[in-house]
């Protein structure tokens, strides 16, 4: 019969617990933080700065097709020099003639190149946009996994010093002769689950600890985010 009670008052010991969690997650959520946190993926995902080096060409590509209008332009001189012409007509005949010409072949093609140039420009500009909307989700769903799961330790933490604390009721009186080993066996074997539990889900929350600061690069703790006294919170 004991047993079943000690099962039940761990049991409701994890739920009052998981219950109090579940109302308080949302406040473990830092929007300021969350923003913060992209702006800084934003800034330091690799994939995030290969979409800034695309817009660079991207622009280069277009000035340089903007200057590539003066190809079309060709400029030409010569100079003619009469030796036969008479002291009157050898200003008029002696001297540089100067010519320019337009290819409009070649006007049309560079045209054609400036817009494609530009149209390029758009889509790195689009490309990038699109990845940074990309980008932004992923953080937060992240930051949101992180959040579940640090709740979700604390719940653990909780309930693994509910069942520390029956088990040391259950051995005092099982010291006393006035509790069977049985009972005493089953508080052991709730405390070593409960323990069991609250290890697993350390190791899940380092893991998504470990994604988010890949995406952001950068560690919560320089961000005054991860600390052990607000994991035993």
């Not at 003619?80 to 290819?103: C, D, E, F, I, P």
């Not at 979700?152 to 010093?161: E, P």
């Amino acid at each position: 019969m004991l047993v079943k009670k000690l099962c039940l008052v761990v049991t409701l010991s994890f739920l009052n617990s998981a219950i109090s969690a579940q109302s308080s997650m949302m406040n473990e959520i830092s929007y300021p933080l969350l923003e913060r946190m992209i702006n800084l993926a934003k800034e330091n995902y690799p994939k995030a700065k290969s979409f800034e080096r695309q817009i660079a060409i991207a622009e280069t590509q277009l000035k340089n097709s903007k200057v590539a209008w003066f190809d079309v332009l060709n400029f030409a001189y010569m100079r003619n020099q009469n030796l036969s012409a008479t002291n009157t007509n050898a200003y008029l005949l002696n001297g540089y003639q100067y010519g320019l010409n337009l290819n409009l072949g070649g006007l049309l093609q560079k045209g054609n190149q400036v817009r494609t140039s530009r149209q390029h420009l758009d889509i790195a500009h689009l490309e990038k946009k699109e990845y940074d909307l990309i980008l932004e989700n992923t953080v937060k769903e992240k930051y949101f996994v992180y959040t579940q799961r640090l709740t979700n330790l604390k719940i653990r933490i909780k309930a693994a010093q509910d069942a520390e604390n029956l088990l040391q009721l259950v051995t005092s009186k099982f010291e006393k002769g006035e509790e069977t080993f049985e009972n005493y066996n089953s508080a052991l074997s709730a405390v070593n689950s409960a323990n069991q539990n609250r290890i697993d889900m350390e190791a899940q929350l380092l893991i998504a600890k470990a994604e988010l600061e890949a995406l952001i690069g950068t560690k919560l703790e320089e961000l005054n985010y991860w600390t052990s006294d607000s994991i035993k919170q």
